[in-house]
């Protein structure tokens, strides 16, 4: 069975930071796009950042640009979003997910097959 388990998450103060991880077990996504998304309450699901199989490319949403950092460890199986300078519009559930197909960057949830439960990270003013 393939999971994927989110932690990291927690309260902040604005400019704060965080690193959010994420493990998986069940298979190897050595070779997979591994992705973050977050949604807020009331909001879509939205693109967060990506990154390649290589770690040769990423990608990130405009929002979060210069203030977060998408790696990876595949020998760990795991993925990692470092999330610094964290304002309160970042406050969200925060979900791992992995597109074991696209050989590049994805921003489209659809593309992604397997998903964590989310970790709540909550930013105060």
């Known amino acids: 069975q393939v999971q994927l388990v989110e932690s990291g998450g927690g309260l902040v103060q604005a400019g704060g930071s965080l690193r959010l991880s994420c493990v998986a077990s069940?298979?190897?996504?050595?070779?997979?796009?591994m992705g973050w998304f977050r949604q807020a309450p009331g909001k879509e699901r939205e693109f967060v950042a990506a990154?390649?199989?290589?770690?040769?490319?990423?990608d990130y949403a405009d929002s979060v640009k210069g203030r977060f950092t998408i790696s990876r460890d595949n020998a760990k199986n795991t993925w990692y979003l470092q999330m610094n300078w964290l304002e309160p519009e970042d406050t969200a559930v925060y979900f791992c997910?992995?597109?074991?197909?696209?050989?590049?960057?994805?921003?489209?949830?659809?593309?992604?097959?397997?998903w964590g439960q989310g970790t709540q990270v909550t930013v105060s003013s």
């Open positions: 990154i390649s199989w290589s770690s040769d490319s990423t």
């Open positions: 069940g298979r190897s996504f050595s070779s997979a796009t």
């Open positions: 997910a992995a597109d074991p197909v696209s050989f590049y960057v994805e921003r489209l949830k659809e593309k992604y097959d397997y």
